[in-house]
């Protein structure tokens, strides 16, 4: 990629057969691959690396060039049945073709079937994500319960999300989430330090790291973005209204005169005390937090907007604080809209 970058190559054309593709079709399905991996090597990526000789069988490619005294080289570790692929190549293939003749052919075709079907798929699959997936920020994220019936998307929609976080993780993990979503208050590995953890309405996912407390100051008007956690925070002074949007509580308005003019994104500590929107009495926040099925690495983790007195006013995709919600009497309004930044 960086030698088309500095060349100034419109495409990277690689020479990838037909014979290739049959064996990285074998390769997935052994790994337990999706129907996106089998769609074997695509004949054109979004990148611009393009494979033109995906068709051709990779005999009919080496007597062409000694048809026309054209050289090219083997590289050495494509002998070493050390690696799986080559132990598809060497071993297995020639087994195959005892029994199927052209099951390189099948093969491709079946890589070619799998890229129409997912054309369909992928925005099904993509819709499913929107619906049903929940970003928090880089290492948090959580997946509603409800998606988990719609099996067939829920497998490979968590496929796609599994990808996008890059945990590493095969067919048995995404089986292991539908089997385990009715497990609640239990703790599930998955590769790369990340875990999950079913709650009552929500599947919780979190990269184990080590707690370090953070506070940033926001500006009002202006936008806070950490780089660490992938996500950010615009706060915007609104007109007051009567007729504010419906809050998500991804997006909330505050009186400003009671939140007041200065505002600290920090971690959730153990002393916060905290009194819900509609409610009238103060709770301890990570009590309430544990209260709405939030598990305690997660909850312990959790960033919190605060206003100078070190009072909690709101936790993002959560809850704001009750006495600072927009009444008949506000004069002043603070729009806070929370982002992540790894969708």
């Known amino acids: 990629r960086s030698i088309q970058i500095s060349a100034g190559f419109d495409f990277i054309a690689t020479g990838h057969t037909a014979d290739d593709q049959a064996e990285t079709v074998l390769f997935r399905l052994f790994r337990g691959s999706g129907l996106k991996g089998m769609r074997g090597i ?73 890229q129409n079907a997912w054309n ?19 290492n948090t994220f959580m997946v509603r319960k409800e998606g988990l019936q719609e099996a067939a998307l829920a497998s490979e929609g968590i496929k796609a999300i599994f990808e996008r976080y ?87 308005y505050l009186d400003r005169d009671i939140a007041g003019d200065i505002l600290v994104y920090r971690r959730a500590q153990q002393d916060d005390c905290f009194c819900p929107l509609g409610s009238t009495e103060k709770i301890n926040l990570l009590r309430f937090l544990s209260k709405q099925g939030i598990p305690r690495v997660v909850r312990e983790n959790m960033g919190v907007v605060a206003d100078l007195c070190n009072k909690v006013v709101w936790i993002p995709g959560i809850r704001i604080e009750h006495r600072c919600r927009v009444t008949e009497s506000t004069r002043r309004v603070v729009k806070l809209v929370y982002k992540t930044l790894c969708r």
Request: hydrophobic share 35%; net charge neutral.
């Open 166 to 252: 890059r945990i590493a993780a095969d067919r048995s993990h995404i089986q292991g989430v539908l089997t385990n979503q009715s497990r609640s208050g239990r703790e599930f590995l998955l590769p790369g330090r990340w875990c999950y953890y079913p709650g009552k309405r929500e599947i919780f996912f979190t990269l184990r790291s080590c707690r370090g407390d953070f506070s940033y100051q926001l500006a009002i008007p202006g936008t806070f973005v950490n780089e660490e956690m992938s996500t950010e925070i615009e706060a915007s002074e609104e007109p007051v209204s009567d007729d504010f949007a419906k809050s998500d509580n991804w997006s909330v």
């Open 120 to 138: 369909i798929l992928t925005t099904l699959v993509n819709n499913w994500v929107r619906r049903f997936v929940i970003h928090y920020s880089k």
């Open 42 to 114: 695509l004949a054109s990526r979004e990148d611009r690396v393009i494979r033109p000789l995906i068709h051709c069988r990779r005999s009919d490619l080496t007597a062409w060039l000694a048809e026309k005294g054209i050289g090219y080289q083997l590289d050495s570790s494509n002998l070493d049945t050390r690696y799986s692929r080559n132990r598809i190549r060497l071993e297995l293939m020639p087994v195959l073709q005892r029994y199927e003749p052209d099951i390189v052919g099948n093969l491709s075709f079946l890589a070619e079937q799998m």
